[in-house]
């Protein structure tokens, strides 16, 4: 039987929390981890979670911090942990762009301008148009996007627009350039577009299908273990602590209670973890 290969974890420098655990306001068809309305599979953590974390990260040098969920701005600490964690380092927020109000995106800009840490928001889209973007995501959802992004836009904060291959098309140069023109329609000159890899679990293995058995790493030298996201991050849920933050559904990926016990290797005998490997898949911006 071939030897399951490890990744190390090299150093810690992100640290990622699903501050929404697995709540989220749609139920996409390609949602790796199946979030949903209904979904209490994890949790939403609150600030006082998120503190406990951020003084452990302090202690063990991370450098950057990602939030996602299901949803982040269903989680109504959101605002409060952001302007937490912007006092330690920089932040990213992984949205659906629902609940971009403009009170909101102004209290983004407010913590954008007030920190010497940058901000991130990240948006997703999943198509070039309602039709396509909602087949995915759900009716209406489209139209919503798009009044978040105005609010963003007139808070001057300048999002990463993240697509997934879900999208069709948005593989080739003419489809990249079809969505660059969608955000630069929103006034940003410069656009920011990061396409992501889908992972076969979750309800995305229901809507085309699962990992087959042959599509797992079968080796991995040491000098590209750094390529793997694992190497240096570790996912923060109200479960405990993961591997990353793709694996939360997956039992033996949760590593520990607290970060220090996770700094060890870990097996990548996962489906998705061939996908990362083929695909040079990093979930960071
Ligand atoms: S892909 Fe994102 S927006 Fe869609 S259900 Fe999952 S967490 Fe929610
Ligand atoms: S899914 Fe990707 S990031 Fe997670 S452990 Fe596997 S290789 Fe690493």
């Known amino acids: 039987m071939t030897e399951v290969p490890h990744v190390p974890l090299v150093a810690l420098d992100t640290l990622w929390l699903q501050v929404a655990g697995t709540l989220c306001n749609i139920e996409c068809t390609h ?3 199946s979030c ?7 949790e939403m953590l609150s600030l006082a979670d998120v503190e406990e974390r951020l003084a452990e990260a302090r202690e063990l040098g991370v450098r950057e911090y990602y939030f ?3 949803e982040p ?7 409060a942990i952001l302007e937490a964690t912007l006092r330690q380092g920089p932040a990213t927020v992984l949205t659906n762009g629902m609940l971009l109000r403009p009170d909101v995106c102004r209290k983004l800009r407010e913590l954008f301008d007030g920190s010497e840490y940058s901000l991130d928001i990240r948006v997703s889209l999943d198509g070039f148009d309602a039709q396509s973007h909602d087949a995915i995501r759900g009716k209406g959802v489209w139209d919503r996007v798009m009044i978040g992004l105005r609010n963003l836009a007139e808070a001057g904060i300048n999002p990463v627009i993240t697509v997934t291959t879900a999208a069709e098309g948005v593989g080739s140069e003419e ?12 006034g940003f000159a410069r656009p920011r577009l990061k396409v992501l890899s889908l992972f076969r679990i979750g309800a995305e293995e229901k809507r085309t299908r699962a990992y087959e058995s042959w599509e797992r790493l079968e080796s991995l ?3 590209d273990a750094e390529v793997l996201q694992c ?9 405990g602590v993961y591997v990353c933050p793709i ?13 220090a016990e996770t700094l060890r290797p870990f097996p990548l005998k996962y489906g998705a973890c061939h996908t990362c490997w083929v695909d040079g898949v990093s979930c960071r911006t």
């Open 175 to 186: 489809g990249r350039t079809r969505f660059l023109e969608i955000i630069r329609g929103f």
């Open 68 to 70: 996602t969920g299901g």
């Open 231 to 239: 190497s240096s991050c570790r996912m923060v849920t109200s479960k």
């Open 221 to 223: 030298a040491d000098e």
């Open 36 to 42: 949903s309305p209904h979904n209490h599979a994890h």
């Open 247 to 259: 694996l939360i559904e997956e039992p033996e990926a949760r590593m520990g209670d607290t970060l």
């Open 73 to 79: 701005f269903m989680n109504r600490d959101m605002l």
């Open 31 to 33: 949602c790796f981890i």
